[in-house]
């Protein structure tokens, strides 16, 4: 019988009335569609807006995909030689260690595993959106305890958000460095915030670039509030293939561990992932290039008149534009075959999001935004 035959119900169920009153997801134009809006070759195209890496994997993440032969094959579900070697270079035990479909998956778990419909967590804008627009898919609350106009955490803002709200919030976001403005967590404040009765997150997908490294992933099997979230698409190349990772309590990983799906991780992930740790010194280099190019990047900010770069520990640079539209700069740059990121919303008024590129993607960029000066 054909479909059109089949009488139609007078009604059906409806999605969760939370979900049917979301906004929906601004789509991210994907990059062939605006390689040909923008009638240049995708190679033409200097993408500096979503703090992807410039280099791209390691060529043993290449050739190790080529050679892999077990693709028919599923994954190991306790992802064992990842976690190992995971371990490793974090310097955690394998136990406190769960790989993820990128740290947005994990974001997603931990939100479903501690939120109730109506919980509540505390989130510090300007920041990563994820972590907002996760809580709310699980039905929770989001307090917000915006940042001081210089970026940094409000600490008696969030001390009085945990103890003062009912419901207690049961988690905090935080993200070091901070995207977009590139800030880490003070360790003091740090320190200060664990005191407090909730659930710090500290997101990391940035630390590689920081100045000195200084990851908090090791104070997590010491510290019971504490979970930090990493990824490898930023210092490793490999967003496309989505691949995060979190260290966790065990009081904590113990429930990600059921909750989970069984191949969250797929193989070519997992197996970029492990030939990305053997290869640690071009790795390395590379983000050594990129701290220079940032350097760089933002001595030549600097001089733009228009221009006020702030100081950042990652592979990006948010730039306040005095004087003239934010949005008109990223259409400017655009037509030019430059993407940078733009923002006008609180806490982020006419500011653009520079990510850090190759020393010529530097040069065309600050070639453009010279002309620009009247
Ligand atoms: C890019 C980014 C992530 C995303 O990590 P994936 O592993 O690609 O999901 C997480 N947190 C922050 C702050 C980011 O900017």
């Not at 999605?15 to 991210?28: G, H, K, N, Q, S």
């Not at 003062?164 to 880490?184: A, H, I, V």
């Not at 670039?209 to 090791?218: G, H, I, K, L, Y």
Request: with cysteine; glycine share 6%; hydrophobic share 40%.
């Amino acid at each position: 019988m054909s479909p059109d035959r089949v009488p139609t119900p007078r009604s059906l169920p409806g999605v969760r009335p939370d979900i049917a009153r979301m906004e929906p997801y601004e789509p991210v134009v994907p990059f062939e569609v605006l390689s040909r809006q923008l009638g240049r070759a995708p190679h033409e195209i200097i993408k500096l807006n979503a703090n992807e890496n410039p280099y791209g994997p390691s060529p043993r993440v290449v050739e190790a995909l080529s050679r892999f032969p077990w693709y028919h094959i599923y994954p190991d579900p306790q992802q064992t030689e990842l976690r190992e070697a995971l371990a490793g270079y974090v310097g955690v035990p394998a136990d406190h260690i769960l790989p993820g479909h990128g740290a947005d998956e994990l974001l997603d778990l931990l939100c479903r595993i501690f939120l109730m419909p109506g919980d509540r967590v505390v989130n510090c804008p300007p920041t990563f959106g994820m972590y907002a627009f996760d809580a709310l898919l699980s039905g929770g609350q989001v307090v917000n305890v915006p940042r001081d106009d210089d970026f940094r955490l409000t600490v008696t803002g969030i001390e009085s958000a945990v103890l003062d709200s009912d419901p207690p919030p049961k988690l905090l976001f935080l993200t070091s460095p901070n995207n977009p403005d590139g800030s880490l967590v003070p360790r003091p404040v740090l320190r200060r915030l664990l005191q407090l009765p909730v659930i710090v997150v500290v997101d990391e997908a940035y630390i590689e670039f920081a100045e000195d490294t200084p990851t908090v992933a090791s104070w997590v099997p010491d510290t019971p509030n504490l979970i930090v979230l990493r990824t490898f698409s930023k210092w490793a190349g490999l967003a496309g293939l989505r691949l995060g990772y979190g260290i966790f309590p065990l009081h904590i990983i113990e429930h990600l561990w059921k909750f989970k799906q069984p191949y969250n991780v797929n193989v070519a992930a997992t197996v970029a992932g492990l030939a990305s740790l053997a290869d640690l010194a071009l790795l390395q280099q590379r983000i050594e290039a990129i701290k220079e190019e940032r350097r760089r990047l933002f001595a030549a900010l600097r001089d733009i008149p228009y221009l006020q770069p702030l100081p950042s520990q990652a592979n990006f640079i948010l730039c306040r534009v005095h004087g003239r539209s934010a949005l008109g700069l990223h259409r400017t740059l655009a037509e030019r075959g430059i993407l940078v990121r733009y923002y006008d919303k609180p806490g982020l008024r006419n500011t653009i999001r520079i990510s850090v590129g190759r020393p010529q993607d530097t040069d065309s960029l600050v070639t453009v935004l010279r002309e620009l000066v009247t």
